[in-house]
């Protein structure tokens, strides 16, 4: 099977500070996405990369970077962390049209 | 722009009634379309998807959908709901290009009643 692992469940952080949420697949996956995902609005992209040092930003990319040095780990960075940026974050892996998600981060941000 | 359009945010169904998930989507191009579900805590898995073969796609745990385009609908049911299938479920449609970025719609949590 499959597997995505988000490095943590949950997190909670103060405002400003550097926030590194880390995934990584075993599957090979060329492309890695990376969602927020909040009540009433489903899942929003922030940022995808399809292969190892290239990223295209997605929908809402605003505060957010995202790294790719290996192929297997794609992190997602918020440079200065602010209380909007309190969610549930989602990674994915992809082959063909069929994504695998790992079980999300639910970030607070204080 | 591809986009998707999930009508209800919240469904209630009775332990063994019908199942019926709404999705419209909007798209200038023939579309690729999915359905994915996503259990309580846990990430989404998908559930089905339509790539321009058959109309009528069947998925896992008894789910299906079927692709109208004079509608530009791609409804999911489920003859007979299970406590099991409580839920919330995201329909997607494919962006353009080779990189299979998926749009989703806000997602509608399924509620199934003994």
């Known amino acids: 099977d499959v597997k995505v692992t988000q490095s943590s469940r949950y997190l909670v952080k103060r405002t400003g500070e550097k926030v590194f949420l880390e995934c990584v697949q075993d599957m090979d996956h060329e492309n890695m996405f990376w969602y927020r995902q909040d009540p009433g609005l489903g899942l929003r992209l922030i940022y995808f990369s399809y292969d190892v040092k290239m990223k295209e930003k997605g929908d809402i990319p605003e505060g957010y970077s995202v790294s790719r040095e290996k192929k297997e780990r794609f992190s997602l960075i918020l440079e200065s962390a602010s209380t909007n940026q309190t969610s549930m974050y989602l990674c994915?892996?992809?082959?063909?049209?069929?994504?695998?998600f790992g079980s999300g981060t639910q970030l607070s941000v204080l | 722009a591809q986009s998707v359009t999930q009508l209800g945010s919240h469904v209630s169904v009775s332990e063994g009634a019908l199942v019926l998930l709404r999705c419209n989507y909007s798209s200038s191009v023939p579309p690729y379309l999915f359905w994915y579900v996503q259990y309580p805590n846990q990430g989404l898995q998908l559930l089905l998807k339509?790539?321009?073969?058959?109309?009528l796609v069947k998925g896992i745990n008894g789910f299906e959908a079927e692709f109208k385009k004079s509608e530009t609908s791609f409804h999911l049911t489920k003859p007979s709901a299970h406590m099991s299938d409580a839920a919330e479920y995201f329909c997607?449609?494919?962006?353009?290009?080779?990189?299979?970025?998926?749009?989703f719609g806000k997602g509608t949590l399924l509620t199934v009643n003994p």
């Open positions: 339509y790539t321009s073969a058959a109309t």
């Open positions: 994915a892996s992809s082959v063909n049209e069929k994504l695998f």
């Open positions: 997607a449609v494919r962006s353009g290009g080779s990189n299979y970025k998926l749009t």
